[in-house]
């Protein structure tokens, strides 16, 4: 009895592997995001004059890809 509940359990979790996807993609999304954020990070923070616009610098280098869609849904009329 407990081989036949040993290869009926093998047999599920061979099942499950093949189910299972690996790299769905959205790491090259995570990338551009980080690369993208750095070169955004870099320039607001060159163009601030006090240490206080750099940090506001900083923070919109965060949110700016969402300020980039929000404008781009309103240019399209979404």
């Not at 009926?8 to 690996?22: A, G, I, N, S, Y």
């Not at 206080?52 to 404008?71: E, S």
Request: charged content about 15%; aromatic content about 16%.
């Amino acid at each position: 009895m407990t081989e036949e509940n040993d290869s009926t359990k093998q047999e599920c979790c061979q099942d499950r592997k093949h189910h299972h996807r690996h790299g769905s993609g959205s790491g090259a999304v995570g990338g551009a995001y980080f690369l993208a954020f750095i070169g955004a990070a870099v320039y607001y923070i060159m163009q601030a004059t006090t240490f206080w616009t750099g940090v506001l610098g900083f923070l919109k280098a965060i949110v700016w890809p969402a300020m980039l869609i929000f404008r781009l849904f309103e240019f399209l009329k979404m």
